[in-house]
């Protein structure tokens, strides 16, 4: 054979392409994206894929009815951003360009809106603004009373740095993470007084649910979660300030919320021992309660409180206690009374102003802390000789005023008291009154020659 015949052997006759009729029945979203549409009703697969509402309308936009929307994909911030295979999303509706442009408000619009007028808390659009609010708070925990710190933080802070990590594993602790700093946001931030108390509503909403619901199935390995729970919720009442009716220790609309929390750590505590809940997550077994710490000196040394010449009132007061007026038996007052009275041996020592002893006593909320149901249940029947009891460790609280949820409590308490007395135990309301309003007033003359040694300084 020849070159030529050769040649045409190989290559062989040139096939035509059949041709075909092209389909103009697809939606319109597939035709503004240029993609084939399977044409499926009422929805085409790829509209389905993509969540956008199917079209096929006569009506509906052609491809050239409108401009290509370019700016929609612009990366305004942030390093470029490498291109994925596949044509660009258009401007597919009109629904897709409403939300576009609400998102594409300034920062300055944004933060405005999401600071500024927020809705209650839980009924916000977005998720996403919770959590951004819950981040704020748990920073304002972590680092609120470093912001003034004129040295290194606290080397001993275990509710600073512990409860935030034990929340991550029992997520009601947050909650009232969050409620203690809602609360105090709402004393820095007066203006936005009523946000704040809303916020920390829902959280404490929360956080008492959850910690109420491992409560009723208590084990051994939860109870220093369930501890620091119910030391939050005890904080949390006092945060929220003073309130009308309620006097801290009683109150006219039924017992105090708190004291029935306070009493739940003390038998968490009895139950497990403070050595168990010391040892946190890491319990392994039976650990050795840690001996009482011994106080060489007294509180108000370290506190920095004026010394107080307590002894003598309290002797006759004792004396007035034991024979009540009414003849009813004075055990349970003087069971009270004379817990109340080693707080303030601790807190302003004996007759020559020392204190070496038991430095539990120093922390004034012991007192509560170990009070009897009987004389709780007096209190709240507004016992005349109980109520005075109460006035007197109003005193104790006036002194630690330092921390930011106890302020106004020791003058709340006092008035609280001397709506429910008579004249013939009001004479007892007096050394009380007369200790806070002294306090006061060396606390604030103190204050004030701190901040002209600040200024010529």
Request: glycine share 8%; net charge neutral; with cysteine.
């Amino acid at each position: 054979m020849d070159g030529s015949s050769s040649e045409q052997t190989k290559v062989g006759p040139r096939r035509l392409r059949r041709s075909h009729q092209k389909s103009r029945a697809g939606c319109a979203n597939c035709k503004k994206r240029r993609i084939k549409c399977d044409e499926g009703k009422p929805e085409c697969k790829n509209c389905s894929a993509f969540g956008v509402k199917c079209n096929y309308g006569d009506k509906a936009e052609g491809l050239r009815d409108k401009p290509f929307e370019r700016s929609m994909f612009s990366n305004s911030y942030g390093p470029p951003v490498k291109r994925k295979r596949g044509r660009p999303r258009t401007n597919w509706s009109d629904e897709d360009q409403s939300s576009t442009s609400a998102s594409q408000l300034s920062p300055a619009s944004t933060e405005s809106s999401s600071l500024g007028t927020l809705p209650p808390p839980y009924q916000r659009t977005s998720r996403s603004m919770e959590n951004l609010e819950e981040l704020r708070l748990l920073h304002h925990f972590t680092t609120r009373e470093y912001n003034h710190a004129a040295s290194n933080p606290p080397v001993h802070d275990p509710l600073r740095m512990r409860a935030p990590m034990l929340g991550f594993t029992y997520p009601f602790i947050l909650h009232f993470i969050y409620e203690f700093s809602a609360l105090d946001l709402a004393r820095l931030e007066p203006e936005r007084r009523s946000y704040y108390y809303s916020l920390a509503e829902n959280h404490s909403e929360i956080g008492l649910k959850g910690v109420t619901q491992l409560l009723a199935h208590f084990d051994v390995k939860d109870c220093h979660a369930i501890y620091t729970g119910a030391v939050f919720a005890c904080m949390n009442a006092f945060a929220r300030g003073p309130m009308p009716g309620e006097y801290l220790l009683f109150s006219e609309q039924g017992p105090p919320q708190w004291l029935p929390l306070l009493r739940g750590l003390r038998s968490i505590i009895d139950s497990v021992g403070i050595g168990t809940i010391a040892a946190g997550p890491l319990y392994t077994g039976v650990v050795e309660p840690p001996a009482p710490p011994i106080a060489a000196e007294p509180a108000a040394e370290m506190f920095q409180c004026p010394r107080l010449d307590w002894i003598n009132h309290f002797e006759r007061l004792r004396e007035f206690i034991a024979a009540p007026l009414d003849g009813s038996d004075p055990a349970t007052d003087l069971d009270a009374f004379d817990k109340l009275r080693l707080c303030y041996m601790a807190t302003y020592g004996g007759l020559d102003g020392s204190y070496h002893g038991n430095g539990d006593h120093q922390n004034a909320f012991v007192w509560p802390y170990q009070l009897d149901e009987d004389f709780t249940t007096r209190l709240q029947e507004r016992k005349p000789t109980s109520l005075i009891i109460a006035a007197h460790f109003a005193v104790l609280l006036k002194n630690l005023e330092f921390i930011w949820f106890l302020e106004g409590w020791a003058e709340h308490v006092i008035a609280g008291v001397g709506k429910f007395v008579g004249e013939s135990h009001r004479v007892w309301l007096q050394w009380p009154i007369e200790r806070v309003a002294f306090i006061q007033r060396e606390k604030t003359q103190h204050a004030s020659t701190v901040e002209s040694i600040r200024r010529t300084g």
